[in-house]
């Protein structure tokens, strides 16, 4: 069964640095998004993103964020200047056009 | 502003309990609702969507009513690979393609033997 993959499943960065979070999504899925996941607290929607543009953007989805899909297989999510408060769990999804949302693993960021 | 609420849990049941999990959610333009299930520090995955005339899926039952804004989940027979964290999500979309996914903070199950 085709599945979401993330890399890397988790990255520690130093407060202020840059970092790249990258995801493949389901190879026939036209729907792209990111969501992340503050340990102990929900799931929040940032981006989603389809047809090489963002569809949909979360108030959390600052100028700190950006997202691109540098070719056929990849989507990514960068963050510019970590700050202490980005450290969660990023988890990436796609969906064909008809909807469902499948998750991948997860990328687990620590920001110190 | 909390979009979906939950029963905070844990619920803590035997084996072949039912259990049941209620959710409200406070946008009324929500189009479509689903509950997903979440193992611990592992990604959601789609359980079932949640369908107004409520649907069902083995021992798994869901149930919508658009008037009061509440969904519930029913577990039935409950067996020990039930445990986890269960998450009420809702979309305005009418399916979930290109847009957010609201997630309550979700309810945790243990079964025990």
């Known amino acids: 069964e085709p599945e979401v993959t993330q890399t890397p499943s988790h990255q520690v960065t130093q407060m202020g640095q840059e970092v790249i979070l990258r995801c493949v999504p389901i190879s026939n899925h036209l729907y792209f998004y990111w969501y992340r996941q503050i340990l102990g607290q929900k799931v929040e929607f940032l981006v989603s993103f389809y047809n090489n543009e963002i569809s949909e953007k979360s108030e959390i989805f600052d100028d700190q964020f950006s997202v691109e899909r540098p070719d056929g297989s990849n989507f990514t999510l960068k963050i510019r200047s970590t700050k202490l408060e980005d450290s969660a769990m990023y988890f990436c999804?796609?969906?064909?056009?008809?909807?469902?949302?499948?998750f991948g693993p997860g990328t687990r960021l620590l920001v110190l | 502003r909390k979009e979906v609420e939950q029963d905070p849990g844990p619920f803590n049941v035997p084996e072949g309990a039912t259990v049941a999990f209620n959710c409200t959610y406070s946008n009324s333009a929500s189009q479509s609702f689903f509950w997903y299930r979440q193992d611990c520090r592992k990604e959601p995955k789609l359980l079932m969507s949640v369908y107004s005339s409520g649907n069902e899926d083995g021992r798994f039952t869901a149930q919508l009513n658009r008037a009061s804004q509440y969904i519930s989940l029913l577990i039935r027979d409950s067996k020990l690979s039930d445990s986890a964290t269960y998450l009420c999500v809702v979309n305005l979309g009418d399916n979930q393609a290109g847009t957010a996914l609201i997630f309550g903070k979700g309810t945790t199950l243990s079964v025990s033997s």
């Open positions: 999804a796609s969906s064909p056009i008809s909807g469902t949302q499948y």
